[in-house]
DNA sequence: CGGGATCCATCAAGATACTG
DNA sequence: CAGTATCTTGATGGATCCCG
């Protein structure tokens, strides 16, 4: 998927396309409980880079999911905070992860190649 | 994305790896209102490939979302259906569906890289 | 009809190094 | 601190041909 060029069947897929992203679910989902700054970002996301991030960050800005806000300031400051449309969007998000929470150990299983009891 | 090997930070985690596949959420709306043959999923979701199709099921059926059933006649037969978690996932999709509904143009927007008035 | 196999194009994502 | 630039790779998606 990812950001596909045709007209969208649905709502669906236009919802999925903004959060297939690697991390961009996991990155709003940092972000609910305020803003965030860049460092803070990439520590909250283990293992994320900062060009993946920077880059997941500017799609969701340009989705309006995010906004990004510079301060003028002698060290560089930026926060990143959900905007109304990222919040509803975490809202509408809810019954997703529920779901995928009860059903997590069987996805991830489902990725397992083998049993590797050893 | 797509089905990452490591573990799940949260259940939106999962449920995103899960359906981030380019047709996927199509696909499982479409199966919805009842079982659909190969060919049909085909013709319902036009521009796909028989390949990427089969591969899409295929994940969907090892995440137990659809449910692949055989039938042993002389003229091949095959339904795909969703499982009781498809359609729990389909519920689940909805909030999502009506964001992604309502901020769909914002959206496809967003993958316009200039205005082209010509 | 319902797939499987192979080859290919694209792009998201990762590693690393550098800058204002 | 908050990025940017370049290179590489692996996954996803697509085209085409073949088979039971």
Redo the contacts between chains.
Sequence with gaps: ?????Q????????????????WK??IL?RMADGPKRFGELRRLVP?ITERVLIRHLR?LE???IVLRTEFAQVPPKVEYSLTP?GV??N??????????????D???A???PATRTG
């Excluded at 998927?1 to 060029?5: E, F, K």
């Design positions: 998927m990812s950001r596909s060029p007209p969208y069947a649905c709502g669906v897929d236009a919802a999925i396309d903004v959060i297939s992203g690697k679910a996991y989902w293992g799609e340009a989705d309006e449309a509803a969007l809202a509408a998000l809810e019954p997703l992860a529920d779901w995928g929470h009860e059903r997590m069987r996805i991830a489902a990725r397992q």
